[in-house]
């Protein structure tokens, strides 16, 4: 009888082993409780690592950005611009608050958020008398978006920037930390992500007093009197002081991690770049991407197609992925808006039907990489 070897995941946790000691000082001090002493370092410690004022542990990154769309003053009938390539906890904040999403296309050069397209969808806006309340940016697979580009066509129309960095924890733009640049940032420690508590999330700004109030909406808005007290809506959004410790420990090796995954991605590159029609995501120029996640792309013209290196993987027990399905394509949204890259450039349909993801953990053994290559190499030979 055969067995199948253990199963290679797409991004698995990956420990550093002082997470347990911070969870047993939780444990000791009986500091189990949604706040304690661990987030509150966690919150410094992630503050001083980006070079944010300040920080805001929290239980998700969808929370996050929920609460920053919220301190952008955003309400129901608003419109909030977002990417259309990207994981939909981007974007269903923007319903939360009854506000509708528009969906801008990314760029070939960075796969991130399109400079000409938000110029574009912001001047018919302008002239539709519905700028937007604030634009999402997302840093894709580890590359930062180009701010620079984003903020410069924002500020013409006065609309507030919120940096979802989910999946670039660590990564850089002109030697910023990624997640600084707007007027809000979002981090994510979700399972997957390059550093995990289990999940949980960040929100950091320059804006110090506007943490505060997004700290009060977190804490189910409870007024500062002896009974409780409740005037405006909040919400139970707190990151657990165990869940926190679990992130200090994670974030002493967040640099280890970085290294590890753009050595997976060298690895894969160097023995993938050859086949022909092959493409590997670009790495801007202006910054340094993390690499969270390897992701190719095969020319149309080849016979292989992404469902089938997926599916050889899969055999094996290996988990690879499609790219993010674009956001305009989901039954959610259907009949939002839609602006693409170019006329003749609909990027994010052409990746979603082009692009998949290999396993990238920081933890992925040399052996098994080398199985995932013979795979993927075994097929597009066949091909």
């Known amino acids: 009888m055969s067995t199948q070897p253990p199963r290679i995941y797409l991004s698995p946790p990956h420990l550093g082993?002082?997470?347990?000691?911070?969870?047993?000082?939780?444990?000791?001090?009986?500091?189990?409780?949604?706040?304690?002493?661990?987030?509150?370092?966690?919150?410094?410690?992630?503050?001083?690592?980006?070079?944010?004022?300040?920080?805001?542990?929290?239980?998700?990154?969808?929370?996050?950005?929920?609460?920053?769309?919220?301190?952008?003053?955003?309400?129901?009938?608003?419109?909030?611009?977002?990417?259309?390539?990207?994981?939909?906890?981007?974007?269903?904040?923007i319903q939360f608050l009854g506000a509708d999403p528009v969906f801008i296309d990314s760029d070939p050069a960075t796969w991130n958020l399109s400079p000409q397209a938000l110029e574009r969808a912001l001047k018919e806006a302008g002239q539709q008398g519905r700028v937007p309340k604030a634009v999402i940016a997302?840093?894709?697979?580890?590359?930062?978006?180009?701010?620079?580009?984003?903020?410069?066509?924002c500020d013409k129309y006065r609309v507030l920037v919120i940096e979802d960095a989910a999946e670039s924890l660590g990564a850089t733009y002109r030697g910023k930390a990624s997640g600084t640049l707007g007027k809000f940032g979002i981090y994510s420690f979700n399972g997957n992500k390059i550093i995990t508590t289990s999940g949980g999330g960040m929100l950091v700004s320059k804006d110090t007093a506007a943490l505060d109030k997004a700290r009060y909406w977190a804490t189910q808005a409870r007024d500062p009197v002896l009974h409780y007290e409740h005037s405006e809506l909040g919400y139970n959004y707190r990151m657990?002081?165990?869940?926190?410790?679990?992130?200090?420990?994670?974030?002493?090796?967040?640099?280890?991690?970085?290294?590890?995954?753009?050595?997976?991605?060298?690895?894969?590159?160097?023995?993938?770049?050859?086949?022909?029609?092959?493409?590997?995501?670009?790495?801007?120029?202006f910054g340094t991407s993390t690499r969270w996640l390897t992701v190719l792309t095969l020319d149309r013209g080849l016979s292989v197609k992404p469902h089938d290196i997926i599916a050889a993987l899969d055999r094996e027990n290996i988990e690879a992925r499609p790219v993010?399905?674009?956001?305009?394509?989901?039954?959610?949204?259907?009949?939002?808006?839609?602006?693409?890259?170019?006329?003749?450039?609909?990027?994010?349909?052409?990746?979603?039907?082009?692009?998949?993801?290999?396993?990238?953990?920081?933890?992925?053994?040399?052996?098994?990489?080398?199985?995932?290559?013979?795979?993927?190499?075994?097929?597009?030979?066949?091909?």
């Not at 994670?250 to 280890?256: A, G, P, R, S």
């Not at 590890?260 to 029609?277: I, M």
């Open 324 to 383: 993010w399905k674009p956001l305009h394509l989901q039954p959610l949204f259907k009949g939002c808006t839609y602006h693409t890259h170019a006329d003749d450039c609909n990027f994010s349909e052409n990746v979603f039907e082009r692009g998949f993801c290999l396993p990238s953990g920081s933890n992925l053994a040399p052996a098994d990489q080398d199985r995932i290559i013979d795979i993927v190499q075994s097929v597009l030979k066949r091909g």
């Open 17 to 93: 082993g002082q997470e347990r000691q911070f969870v047993e000082e939780a444990f000791q001090s009986n500091w189990i409780a949604p706040c304690g002493p661990n987030q509150e370092a966690f919150e410094a410690e992630m503050a001083a690592y980006v070079g944010a004022p300040g920080a805001l542990a929290l239980s998700s990154g969808t929370a996050a950005i929920h609460l920053a769309l919220r301190l952008c003053g955003v309400e129901p009938g608003d419109t909030v611009f977002c990417p259309s390539l990207t994981f939909i906890g981007s974007a269903t904040p």
């Open 138 to 153: 997302v840093n894709l697979y580890g590359q930062n978006a180009d701010m620079d580009a984003i903020q410069k066509a």
């Open 240 to 285: 657990s002081n165990v869940l926190a410790a679990i992130g200090r420990g994670q974030l002493k090796v967040l640099d280890e991690r970085i290294a590890q995954r753009r050595a997976v991605f060298d690895r894969y590159r160097t023995a993938l770049e050859s086949f022909e029609g092959i493409e590997f995501m670009p790495e801007a120029g």
